[in-house]
């Protein structure tokens, strides 16, 4: 009776989100998320560096290593990484085909702006993964990323982006206090005990905290009266690395998608490559 023979690795896409702070690398079976990871976004990390740290991180989930991948899809903020990150494909990975989110790629969803050009790529897959993967019948979608920077899209109930807004994220916000401060300094960005503080880490951290959930909720009432309707009739979602932190008490926010950006990417490479 002979030995069964070990089942192949099953192929995976891997998705990456290149931030200004953070390169968030997310591994989809099919269209099913498997693991993700977070590692710094370093301009000086060269594209043979990516090659190693790639492989050390999916060489434990994937059998194969980075042999085993079908495709690799990216959006990215920072040019010089990007071009790493070109090279790096060509050179280590030269027979997975890839897509890179820019002019020429299709997205299947209609931009609605000025200049459809500016709106970085994070901002459109965010918002084609909010309309396929949290819109509802008759209801827009708003995308709310918390970030380096915190960004606010929108997505009517036609399934179109037209459009969003742009604010200092609270990591950038509480960096410039530190910087422009002589008598202030960092501090760890939590929840304080209460508003109203008794010492001076405690009322930074408040002015950060509760000073951020009043920005979003109202800055998202505001979205909402513009497009002609009222924050219950709204799908608000969240997503980005700082969005866990107040998610759940920002009564602007109805779901919290961690892998929002990813599943975007997934569907934009499914669009282009099949």
Known sequence: ???????????????????????????????????????ATDERRTADEWAALLGSLVGTR??????????????????????????????HLPDVPHVVVGPGIRTGIPVLVDNPREVGADRIVNALAAATHHAEPGRPVVVVDLGT??????????????????APGIEVSAEALDRRTAQLRRVELVRPRSVIARNTVEAIQSGLYFGVLAQVEGLVARVAAEIGRGVDETTVVATG??????????????????WLTLRGLELVFRRNVG
């Open 149 to 166: 920077a915190t960004t606010v899209d929108v997505v009517n109930e036609k399934g179109q982006y037209v459009g969003g807004l742009i």
């Open 1 to 39: 009776m002979g030995t069964a023979s070990p089942a192949p690795p099953r192929s995976r896409l891997l998705c990456v989100d290149i931030g200004n702070t953070r390169t968030v690398l997310g591994l989809f079976d099919g269209a099913t998320p498997v693991t993700d990871w977070r590692v």
């Open 62 to 91: 994937t059998a194969g290593g980075l042999a085993a991948l079908e495709g690799v899809a990216i959006a990215s903020t920072v040019p010089g990484v990007l071009h790493e990150w070109r090279e790096m494909l060509e050179r």
């Open 241 to 258: 690395y700082l969005a866990p932190m107040i998610s759940a008490e920002c009564t602007g926010i109805d779901r919290h998608d961690p």
